[in-house]
């Protein structure tokens, strides 16, 4: 939600202030819109147990699952 994408770009912005070091964000991102957003606000976008519950869900079947999602995320991202 927006109060989370805040939050987190506070964070990344007091980083920033002491340390010119790459800084993503991963927390509540599962969606290629919330991916985009916090890419938007920092360095990156980390998603991961979207990924582990697609894994679970798809078993066998998730490399081809897992690659659809990744794509979806990245081609979000850059868009932003």
């Given amino acids: 939600n927006f109060l989370d994408a805040f939050n987190s770009w506070q964070l990344v912005k007091e ?29 990156g976008a980390i998603v991961g147990s979207a990924i582990v519950k697609l894994c679970k869900e798809y078993g066998a079947d998730a490399p081809d699952q897992v690659k659809a999602y990744v794509k979806d995320m990245c081609e979000a991202v850059h868009r932003k």
């Avoid at 991963?26 to 957003?37: C, K, V």
């Fill in 15 to 43: 980083v920033k202030e002491v340390k010119d070091i790459p800084c993503a964000v991963g927390f509540g991102i599962s969606t290629p819109d919330q991916a985009a957003r916090m890419a938007g606000l920092s360095d």
